[in-house]
């Protein structure tokens, strides 16, 4: 019903920028939220970034101040720019959306993942 699209990922060295899209596309009422998540190797998925359902954003500590997600939402698009990158940024980042679907039920808030994108910070 929603699809979720990622691109931007690639491999970068220290202290450089990368910036990630995710496009969502499909059936859909609306778009409430839309976050960014990241799992390194052997760790949980995590979030990085996010909305709140009052359009305020929220950060994981280690990123603030070098990363700012922002988002279009005639497009239906979330971004995440991606600056003074660190090794231990590298991560596959996922794209996440809660969106309002109608079906059969009625209206129902749903939550989409999308196929995640690599991210790789190395000299």
């Known amino acids: 019903q929603v699809q979720l699209v990622e691109s931007g990922g690639g491999l970068v060295q220290p202290g450089g920028s990368l910036r990630l899209s995710c496009a969502a596309s499909g059936s859909f009422s609306s778009i409430v939220t839309m976050d960014w998540y990241r799992q390194a190797p052997g760790k949980s998925r995590d979030l990085v970034a996010g909305f709140t359902r009052f359009g305020s954003t929220v950060y994981v500590d280690s990123v603030k101040g070098r990363f700012t997600i922002s988002r279009d939402n005639a497009l239906n698009t979330v971004y995440l720019q991606m600056n003074n990158l660190k090794a231990e940024d590298t991560a596959i980042y996922y794209c996440?959306?809660?969106?309002?679907?109608?079906?059969?039920?009625?209206?129902?808030?749903?939550?989409?993942w999308g196929q995640g994108t690599q991210v790789t910070v190395s000299s």
């Open positions: 996440t959306a809660l969106a309002m679907v109608r079906d059969d039920r009625g209206l129902l808030e749903l939550n989409y």
